[in-house]
């Protein structure tokens, strides 16, 4: 069973701190996303990766970075968390022609 | 303007109602995702297609490439589609997925 999996579904986090997320992808996809969606604003992409130590800035990639050292990792970093960086954080992962597989969410709530 | 536009934002129907999405996009794709997230975040892969019609179960999507536009439709819907869906489109060479804001459905008995 194919699978894209995030290392938390829920993290409270202190305003300050460096937040790492976590995305695995057991499928050999070359491309990896980090998405946050927050209500009336759907879905938006922070930083993509198209292959391992490759990375691109998204829509939304202020106060994030980004790390992809194996093509089956790819980390989001919040390197001082903010409030207003309280969302829902979404992992993808696709390659060319195949549709494209998401991890279950984490809920990140900064106090 | 968004990229992606979907309509309505919400749709409330009775079980066994025949139900319409529409997306309608901006920019050249190489294929089109209507996706299917329930309460509690996941996200899962109804449908890719990049031309035509494709049919599973009681979801069909259709897309015309040359207008710019997909439906998903649902057919004899229950309660268990009570869901948000969402089309995204695919663009570029690392299949970058741009979305559009979903559309709320809730189907009641």
């Known amino acids: 069973d194919v699978k894209v999996t995030q290392s938390s579904r829920y993290l409270v986090k202190r305003t300050g701190e460096k937040v790492f997320l976590e995305c695995v992808q057991d499928?050999?996809?070359?491309?990896m996303f980090w998405y946050r969606q927050d209500p009336g604003l759907g879905l938006r992409l922070i930083y993509f990766s198209y292959d391992v130590k490759m990375k691109e800035k998204g829509d939304i990639p202020e106060g994030y970075s980004v790390s992809r050292e194996k093509k089956e990792r790819f980390s989001l970093i919040l390197e001082s968390a903010s409030t207003n960086q309280t969302s829902m954080y979404l992992c993808?992962?696709?390659?060319?022609?195949?549709?494209?597989?998401f991890g279950q969410g984490t809920r990140l709530t900064v106090v | 303007k968004n990229e992606v536009e979907q309509s309505p934002q919400n749709l409330t129907a009775q079980e066994g109602e025949f139900i319409t999405i529409n997306c309608s996009y901006s920019v050249g794709i190489s294929a089109l995702h209507w996706l299917q997230q329930h309460p509690g975040g996941g996200i899962v892969s109804l449908f890719m297609?990049?031309?035509g019609k494709k049919k599973h179960g009681r979801l069909i999507a259709t897309i015309n490439i040359q207008e710019k536009h997909s439906s998903l439709h649902i057919t004899a819907s229950h309660p268990r589609d009570s869901a948000v869906y969402i089309c995204a489109v695919i663009t570029g060479t690392a299949s970058k997925l741009t979305f559009g804001t979903g559309t709320r459905l809730q189907v009641t008995l």
């Open positions: 499928m050999d996809h070359e491309n």
């Open positions: 993808a992962s696709s390659s060319q022609g195949v549709e494209a597989f």
């Open positions: 297609l990049s031309s």
